[in-house]
Structure formats: structure tokens, C-alpha cells
């Protein structure tokens, strides 16, 4: 079984070009522990995540992983994806036991398939394409097929972002209950503070562009026990907005020169 | 100032056409009668055109005869193995091409260079390479079709979203996997507008080069008609020439019905 991985971040820094995008990024994200991203827009978070992915190369810094990864593990490194990444042509069993192809022979397919559908409540949808779904399904897909492979550590990229606040915050339950039982380290990257306050057990503020690390607060509270109107959440969310306050009207006014 | 008093008038609708098979059948029927008509009254000679009932009667008698397959069969198989060849290897390298830098710039090159020359152009130069066997006839249809699929694939590879691509590369899935799972199907759209353009490609070119240099075949046996001043063979032949392309074109269909129910 997984124990979840152990992060380290040392001296993390990336330019696209000329432009700097990170700077001097030094982190530890402890085993088992969600660890949220938050910052104005086009501070790096996403940026960030897909370093610690292995999907970018930083211009500079390392990034090292350490713990005891299960046997059962296909991929210890595993994204839920923002715009959720399905493949319109497979139905939904399909578009889960991709990442199980020529991996698992096809009864244990079969059955990892089924058993991550029945945990994500998607059983009764195994043969529907993705665009007969409503978003939030979707994203349930997308999640279904990150835990099929037994992650060690889920990164997951803005994850609720597309959805409307409905669905968002009943998905948001499901994550608890989810991530609780994966076992696994969580790098989880918003910029709705509530969700931050929610999930997050270590948060790191990133500030605007190029983003640096800001300030750090950890929560010890499990996660099973916390609820959206905990009065110490929703002062957590309001520390954090004005913490961010100032550099997001900043990055906005930028983004709007950069476009006129 | 005006005073608005009365119902809302609709404005919406049109401008989304819908297929009419019926439509289609009836129109081809008001030209092949009038088509008849006009033979009948003397108002269109058969020396130079012969009447539909005629050409039916001529096909007739063909396929009686045998002698509709002997062309028929002699074409299909040419037709056959010139497009899957030139299928195959225009798909095969539209992937390399739209996946690996090191394969794209000289594919562009090549594609560049030789897509524009009339493929018939190059018939009598592949009668000296290859003969006036066969292998001649299959070159030409297979390079006339390979062209058209190469860049029809690479469009397809280079529209396929980048994110799924990134989202197979995340979950450590193989190349294999990722070119078979998710850049063929995505590039699908494409490649099966391609087969629709090669098709019709691979008909006009098999006919030119059995014109050329063949003893049977349909382009073989519209040009002898032609020779013998025989308007109902000639006419005959053309028409197993639309309705093999019609045949195609349906094929295809079916294919995209398909293959791309997802959409």
C-alpha cells in the first residue's frame, strides 16, 4: 500500500524566454499531506505543478521524491486535469482502463476498472461517452482514472475550475472522502480560497508573477472534519484573500495592459 | 418615439440544410427522362449521344457477356491495391511527419516538390521503370493517392488536442500506445476527408493510365467504344464509372458513420 511521497523542492526557478515565471521555489510536501497551490493569476501555479510532475524541466532548482511506493502503483506521479483530458471517442470504461493497457492483464483490468467506477459512483455509466455527461461526471471520470493506477502522489490542476458552484462544492466533499482513501500525497493547485481552506493541510502563497513563495500556513485538522462553514476556515479564507489581495489586482491591471 | 403593441414575429430558423435522398433520386429522374424525351423527339442525335435506355440495354448485355466483370475486375483490383498501398504509407508518414521534428522539414520538402505534378504526367516514365504490366498502373494510383493522404494525416496528427497527448504522456503510456490510443483516433476526422479525396484521385487516375497502356479495364474499354464510334459502350463504361465512384463514396460513409460516432 502506498504511504504517500515525500516532496522536496530546493531553489526552484523557470523563465519562459525572458519572462520569469518562478523564482526560488523551496518546498516539502509531507507524506499523505494535501498540499495547495494558491496565488493571483499567471504566478506560476500551474507552472509549478507541472515541474513537480515531471512534465516541465525548471531552468533551475531539483525536485526530489522519496517514500515507499506499493506494488500495485502504475504511475506514481498522477494529474487530474483541469479541462479533464478525456478521449471523446471511448465511453467511460474505456477512457479508464486506457492508462491500464498493456499493464494489467485484461480480467485485472477489467476489474480495477470496475472497482474504481464503483468508488467514484460511475458504475452505472461505464458505456457513455464523454459528451453525454454532465461536467461534473467528467471530472469524476478523470479522477476514476488517476486512482486506477494507484497513484503515490495526485497532482491535480485546478480540478473544480471548469465546473459551476454546485457541482463544485458537492465534488469538493467527494475529494475528502477520495483523497483520504487513496492514501496518497495530494499537490492541489486552485484559486478559490474556500476550496484552499477546505483541503489544504499545508498552503502555500505564491505571489504574483514571478512567484515566489509567500507565505506558508499549515492546518492540522483532518480533513474528514472540516466543514464549509467552520468559523476558523472562513477566517483562514479571509487571511488569505488579504494576503493575496493586493498582487491580484496587480496581476490583473498587468494582464489587461499586456492586452490593450 | 414608437409604441410597440402586437406579437413577436419569429426570425429564427434556416440556414441548416438537411439531406433530401428523395430530393436527390427525383432530380436525376427529371434529367434521364428528359434526357429520353429528347433522343425520342430527334432533338439529341445518338450518334453522338445515346439514350439512357439504350446504355442500360449496352450494360445489359456486358454483364451477360462477361465481358463487364473481365474490365471491372481488372480495374477493382488495380484500384484496390493502388489505394491501400498509397493509403498505407501516406498515413504512416503523415504521423512521423506530424510527430517528429527530424521527419517533418524533409516530408515538407518532398510533399512540396512532387504533390503538384500531374501524377499521369509520370505514367509513360513508370512504363520504362516498371513495364507496361501492372506495376506501372499501381504506381501511379498509389503515388497520386499518397500525396493527398500525407498532408490530409499531418493536418489530422496536428489538430489532434495537445492535452490529451500530454494527458497519455503523464500517465507514463508508451509511444505506441499514445500514437494507436489517442493520435490516431483524434487524427481520424482528417484522414477519413482525405480518403474521400484520394478516392475519387484513385478513379481518375486508374482510367487515364489504363487509357494509356492496358488491354482491360474500364479506361481500356471506354477508349476502344470511343475509338469504334460506339456511343452506347462509351456511355456504358462512364456509367460503371460514377456508380464505382458513387460505390466508394458510400463505403467511406458507412467508414465515417462508423468510426466517428463519437462526434
Wanted: hydrophobic share 50%.
Amino acid at each position: 500500500m502506498n504511504t504517500g511521497l515525500r516532496l522536496h523542492l530546493d531553489q526552484v526557478s523557470h523563465a519562459w524566454g525572458s519572462l520569469r515565471v518562478l523564482e526560488s521555489i523551496s518546498l516539502t510536501a509531507r507524506p499523505g499531506e494535501v498540499m495547495v497551490l494558491i496565488g493571483p493569476s499567471g504566478c506560476g501555479k500551474s507552472t509549478l505543478l507541472n515541474i513537480m510532475g515531471g512534465m516541465l524541466k525548471p531552468s533551475s532548482g531539483t525536485i526530489r521524491a522519496e517514500g515507499a511506493i506499493a506494488d500495485d502503483c502504475l504511475n506514481p506521479m498522477t494529474y487530474v486535469f483541469q479541462d479533464f483530458a478525456l478521449l471523446p471517442w471511448r465511453c467511460v470504461r474505456d477512457n479508464v482502463a486506457l492508462v491500464l493497457e498493456n499493464r494489467l492483464s485484461k480480467p485485472a483490468r477489467a476489474d480495477r476498472v470496475r472497482e474504481v467506477l464503483e468508488l467514484t459512483g460511475l458504475s452505472d455509466f461505464a458505456g457513455a461517452l464523454p459528451k453525454e455527461l454532465s461536467g461534473g461526471m467528467r471530472q469524476r471520470v478523470g479522477i476514476a482514472r488517476a486512482l486506477a493506477v494507484r497513484p503515490a502522489c495526485l497532482l491535480m490542476d485546478e480540478p473544480l475550475s471548469a465546473l459551476d458552484a454546485q457541482t463544485r462544492d458537492l465534488l469538493l466533499e467527494e475529494f475528502v472522502t477520495l483523497i483520504g482513501r487513496a492514501n496518497t500525497t495530494t499537490i492541489y493547485v486552485t484559486h478559490n480560497l474556500a476550496e484552499a481552506a477546505r483541503l489544504g493541510q499545508q498552503i502555500v502563497v505564491l505571489s504574483r508573477r514571478p512567484g515566489r513563495v509567500r507565505e506558508i500556513f499549515h492546518v492540522e485538522r483532518p480533513l474528514t472534519g472540516r466543514s464549509a462553514d467552520d468559523p476558523d476556515l472562513l477566517a483562514l479564507e479571509r487571511t488569505l484573500w488579504r494576503i493575496i489581495r493586493d498582487d491580484a489586482a496587480v496581476a490583473e491591471r498587468e494582464r489587461i495592459d499586456a492586452v490593450v | 418615439m414608437r409604441l410597440f403593441n402586437g406579437p413577436i414575429a419569429f426570425r429564427g430558423g434556416g440556414f441548416a440544410p438537411r439531406d433530401r435522398w428523395l430530393a436527390g433520386a427525383a432530380t436525376l429522374l427529371v434529367i434521364l427522362t428528359g434526357w429520353q424525351l429528347g433522343v425520342w423527339a430527334g432533338a439529341i442525335s445518338t450518334l453522338f449521344l445515346s439514350s439512357p435506355v439504350s446504355i442500360a440495354e449496352t450494360l445489359w448485355q456486358l454483364t451477360l457477356s462477361g465481358a463487364l466483370w473481365k474490365h471491372l475486375s481488372a480495374s477493382l483490383s488495380r484500384l484496390l491495391i493502388g489505394w491501400i498501398a498509397g493509403t498505407i504509407f501516406g498515413v504512416a508518414t503523415g504521423i512521423a511527419a506530424g510527430l517528429w521534428s527530424v521527419m517533418r522539414s524533409p516530408v515538407m520538402a518532398v510533399v512540396a516538390a512532387l504533390f503538384p505534378i500531374p501524377k499521369i504526367a509520370l505514367v509513360p516514365l513508370f512504363i520504362i521503370w516498371f513495364g507496361i504490366g501492372e506495376g506501372s498502373k499501381i504506381i501511379t494510383i498509389a503515388l497520386g493517392v499518397f500525396f493527398p493522404t500525407v498532408v490530409a494525416t499531418m493536418g489530422g496528427v496536428d489538430n489532434v488536442p495537445r492535452n490529451l497527448i500530454r494527458m497519455g504522456q503523464s500517465f507514463g503510456l508508451s509511444t505506441g500506445t499514445i500514437i494507436r490510443a489517442i493520435i490516431l483516433p483524434g487524427a481520424a476526422p482528417a484522414i477519413l476527408s482525405g480518403f474521400r479525396v484520394t478516392a475519387s484521385l484513385a478513379i481518375v487516375l486508374l482510367v487515364a493510365a489504363e487509357m494509356i497502356g492496358a488491354d482491360a479495364g474500364i479506361g481500356a474499354f471506354v477508349l476502344s467504344a470511343g475509338n469504334l464510334y460506339d456511343t452506347d459502350a462509351l456511355l456504358a463504361g462512364i456509367v460503371v464509372l460514377s456508380l464505382l465512384g458513387l460505390a466508394v463514396a458510400g463505403l467511406i460513409g458507412a467508414l465515417e458513420r462508423i468510426l466517428l460516432r463519437w462526434r
